[in-house]
Structures are given as structure tokens and as C-alpha cells.
């Protein structure tokens, strides 16, 4: 059974960070690919970054290129979302996901965690 756990969010201003962390099984391994999405209110879950389990390859939306960084530590298997600059329109619920591929469709993730909120004050 793979369990995925995200935790850091919470309330920042505008222009500030946040690191969010998904804690996965062991067997997540078994999954190529890691990402994270996001879920406004009033609006679809929408892809936000997504790594390879062989640190090959990373993938990001346009809307946070250049502002948020994904990363995973296999000693832990861990992994990270790096928030910087953030803005008023980042505010959402993030998920962590484990799929087959990578890609930016939720339909290619098999598991899902139950989410954290971020919420950036403008």
C-alpha cells in the first residue's frame, strides 16, 4: 500500500517561501514519477511540478517556473516543494501524487495524498 503525507504549509505573505514535504511508503518507490498539484477554491486540481524517482527528469507548470523547485532525497523518501516569491494566485491546496509517468494529467496518478493548505496574504 503506498501512503503519501504532505505537511509545511501555511499562511505567508506575498513574496515569501514555504517548503512543503510529502513523506511516502516505501513502496512508492515503485512509482517513476512524484508531483505535486494544486486546488484553488472554485477551481480543477492543476499540475504544479512532477520529478522521476532517477532524479532524470523534472517537469514544471509555466505559472511557477523559476519560482518553485521540486526535489526528492531517497534516504527518506522524501519529497520537497520549494516555494519562493510566492504570490496571492499560489493559494491552494497542494497534493502530493505517485504515477506510472510523468506527466502533468491527474489521471496518470495512481495515489494521492490529503493535502495542505497554503494560503499567501496579499
Known amino acids: 500500500q503506498v501512503q503519501l503525507v504532505e505537511s509545511g504549509g501555511g499562511l505567508v505573505q506575498a513574496g515569501g517561501s514555504l517548503r512543503l514535504s510529502c513523506t511516502t511508503s516505501g ?3 515503485n512509482y517513476y514519477a512524484m508531483g505535486w498539484f494544486r486546488q484553488a477554491p472554485g477551481k480543477k ?7 522521476t524517482w532517477d532524479f532524470i527528469t ?23 516543494l520549494q516555494m519562493n516569491s510566492l504570490k496571492f494566485e499560489d493559494t491552494a491546496v497542494y497534493y ?4 506510472a509517468r510523468l506527466e502533468v494529467g491527474i489521471q ?8 495542505t493548505q497554503v494560503t499567501v496574504s496579499s
Open 58 to 80: 523534472t517537469k514544471y507548470a509555466d505559472s511557477v517556473k523559476g519560482r518553485f523547485t521540486i526535489s526528492r532525497d531517497n534516504a527518506d523518501a522524501t519529497v520537497y
Open 96 to 99: 502530493c501524487a505517485a504515477g
Open 45 to 51: 486540481r492543476e499540475f504544479v511540478a512532477a520529478i
Open 108 to 115: 496518470a496518478y495512481n495515489y494521492w495524498g490529503q493535502g
Open 27 to 29: 513502496r512508492a518507490r
